[in-house]
C-alpha cells in the first residue's frame, strides 16, 4: 500500500504561486507514476498533471500548461506540484495520487489510478 500527504496549499493573490508536495511512504515509490488532480467547488475533480515513475515523462491539462510544473525526487519519496501565474479559476482541493505500473493510457482519468492522498486547498484570490 502506499499512503499519501499532501502539503503547502493556502490563499495566494492571482498571479501569484505555490509549490504543493506530497509525500509517499513505502519503498516502492520509484514504481508509481505520479498525478495531480484539482476538485473546485461544485465541479468534478480533475486532472493536472502526471508524471512517469522515472521523472521523464510529464502530462498537463491544457489549463495549466506553462504555468505549473510537476516534479519528483524519488530519493524523498515526494512529488511536486509548482503552480505559477495563478489564477482565480485554480481554486481548488488540490489531491494527489499515485498509479502503479498497470497504466491503460487514460492517464487523465481517476480511475487510473491506486492510491489517493487527502488533498490541500488553494485559494486563488482575484
Known amino acids: 500500500q502506499v499512503q499519501l500527504v499532501e502539503s503547502g496549499g493556502g490563499q495566494v493573490e492571482a498571479g501569484g504561486s505555490l509549490r504543493l508536495s506530497c509525500a509517499a511512504s513505502?519503498?516502492?515509490?520509484?514504481?508509481?507514476?505520479m498525478g495531480w488532480f484539482r476538485q473546485a467547488p461544485g465541479k468534478e475533480r480533475a486532472f493536472v498533471a502526471r508524471?512517469?515513475?522515472?521523472?521523464?515523462?510529464?502530462y498537463y491539462a491544457d489549463s495549466v500548461k506553462g504555468r505549473f510544473t510537476i516534479s519528483r525526487d524519488n530519493a524523498k519519496n515526494t512529488v511536486y506540484l509548482e503552480m505559477n501565474t495563478l489564477k482565480p479559476e485554480d481554486t481548488a482541493v488540490y489531491v494527489c495520487?499515485?498509479?502503479?505500473?498497470?497504466?491503460?493510457?487514460?492517464?487523465?482519468?481517476?480511475?487510473?489510478?491506486?492510491?489517493w492522498g487527502q488533498g490541500t486547498q488553494v485559494i486563488v484570490s482575484s
Open positions: 495520487a499515485a498509479d502503479y505500473p498497470s497504466y491503460s493510457g487514460r492517464y487523465y482519468s481517476t480511475n487510473e489510478y491506486d492510491y
Open positions: 508524471i512517469s515513475s522515472s521523472g521523464i515523462r510529464t
Open positions: 513505502g519503498r516502492t515509490f520509484s514504481s508509481y507514476a
